[in-house]
């Protein structure tokens, strides 16, 4: 799992600032998963979302549709799809309905 911080800040438990771009957590550090789901959900005072959070591409990989391989769409993770054309779409309902006009010929 790759933690990319998106919004600087002083991390109040260890007392380290983090910028942008920043892998967290920091060398030497350690954070519990409680803690990565607060700094990457918008914070309750400030609204604002400090990390992003990005699955192992070995995780994204078991999310495919496996049992659906060779027919499309095909999940390429993250919310994305790929059609029969090589077009990518993003959101399941929507590459559903993309990939079944690209089949009436619409």
């Known amino acids: 799992m790759s933690i990319k ?3 600087p800040f002083n991390d109040k438990e260890t007392d380290h600032v983090y910028r942008v771009g920043d892998e967290y957590p920091a060398k030497g550090y350690e954070a519990s998963s409680e803690r990565i789901e607060f700094l990457s959900k918008p914070h309750p005072e400030t609204k604002k979302v ?3 959070v ?3 591409q070995s995780k994204k990989d078991l ?3 496996v049992d659906n391989e060779g027919e499309f769409p ?3 993770g ?3 799809y790929l059609l029969s054309n ?3 779409i993003q959101g399941k309902e929507d590459a559903l309905a993309a990939e ?3 089949k009436s010929g619409e």
Do not use: H, M, R
Request: aromatic share 12%; hydrophobic share 30%; no cysteine.
């Open 5 to 7: 911080v998106v919004t």
């Open 74 to 76: 095909q999940s390429t």
């Open 86 to 88: 090589g077009e990518k």
């Open 54 to 56: 990005e699955e192992d």
């Open 63 to 65: 999310e495919s549709d």
């Open 100 to 102: 079944k006009a690209l």
């Open 78 to 80: 993250g919310g994305w």
């Open 50 to 52: 400090y990390l992003f």
